[in-house]
């Protein structure tokens, strides 16, 4: 049997945290937690995994590879204890700043690492599917709009802007709307619209655990890999 991947969750009191943990209990999970980091603790261990707050992050036990699903307040210091121990980093946070984006970027340098707006494959198609529509349909409006729940603090979304930049490199225009509603998990609409005729390519996310799925998969991959920055479109296979 292979030795199952050590993980460490960073973010691990939210909604995405928490899916993680879950699924990574599986039998066939392929993974260990070997500790969880939350802005702020209770306890020092829930059901045998070590709890850490995000000011004892130092003191971690060693693990393979770092999922961090937390606030980009946090992501910082998530990163440098990656390069400082020389381990994988597999982050979902939104709303990067240039500064952390290029920080991550010269991580890949020292690290393996992926970041993405979006872990699921629905995402991944629907990405290559907005590229080949902004190449055919030059000179049409390319509108975007994302819904998700009230409690969600970037806008527009991280993956908004992921699939508009796909589509700005093929040469489209993409304005962005944003709502804020309910328990909406995530909701992507790309529309392409000429006089008379309109293409809509809709992702609709009903569960969360496709992201955490995803992540999983992802970090199981990326963390043999050498130093570098991988697609989530090039490990999901
Ligand atoms: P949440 O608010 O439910 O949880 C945030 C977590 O981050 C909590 O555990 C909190 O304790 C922790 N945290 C906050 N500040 C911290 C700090 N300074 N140091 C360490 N930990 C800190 O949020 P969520 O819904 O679980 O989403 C988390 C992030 O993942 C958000 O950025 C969200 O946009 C993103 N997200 C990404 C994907 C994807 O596929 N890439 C999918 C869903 C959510």
Redesign the pocket.
């Known amino acids: 049997m292979k030795t199952p991947v050590r993980i460490l969750i ?8 928490q899916a993680l943990l879950r699924l990574s209990k599986q039998p066939d999970s392929g993974c260990v937690v070997v500790a969880t ?4 603790v209770a306890l020092c261990v829930i059901d045998g995994v070590p709890q850490f707050a ?1 000011s004892e992050l130092a003191s971690v036990p060693d693990f393979d590879v770092a999922i961090d ?6 992501f910082d ?2 990163l440098a204890l990656c390069l400082a121990r020389k381990r994988a980093l597999v982050s ?4 990067l700043s240039p500064a952390q984006q290029a920080a991550l970027a010269a991580a890949s340098t020292q690290i393996a690492l992926t970041w ?5 494959l629905g995402v991944a198609v629907l990405h290559d599917l907005v590229e080949r529509a902004a190449v055919l349909l030059q000179g049409w409006d390319c509108d975007i709009v994302e819904s998700h729940h009230t ?4 806008a527009p ?3 908004a802007l992921t699939l508009g930049s796909a589509a700005a490199q093929a040469g489209a225009q993409p304005h962005y709307a944003s709502i804020r509603a309910g328990d909406i998990i ?1 909701e992507h609409l790309v529309q392409f619209t000429a006089a008379g005729e309109r293409i809509e390519l809709v992702h609709r996310a009903s569960n ?1 655990d496709i ?1 955490a799925h ?2 999983l998969h992802v970090a199981q991959r990326v963390y043999a890999k050498p130093a570098g920055r991988y697609r989530v479109g090039e490990l999901l296979g």
Not at 37 to 40: D, F, G, L, P
Not at 69 to 74: A, I, K, T, V, Y
Not at 92 to 95: E, F, L, V, W
């Open positions: 960073h973010g691990s009191s939210g909604r995405m945290g980091v939350a802005r702020r995000a699903f937390s606030l980009p307040e946090g210091a998530i979902g946070t939104t709303g993405a707006s979006n872990f699921s409690r969600k603090q970037d979304s991280g993956t995530g969360r992201f995803g992540a």
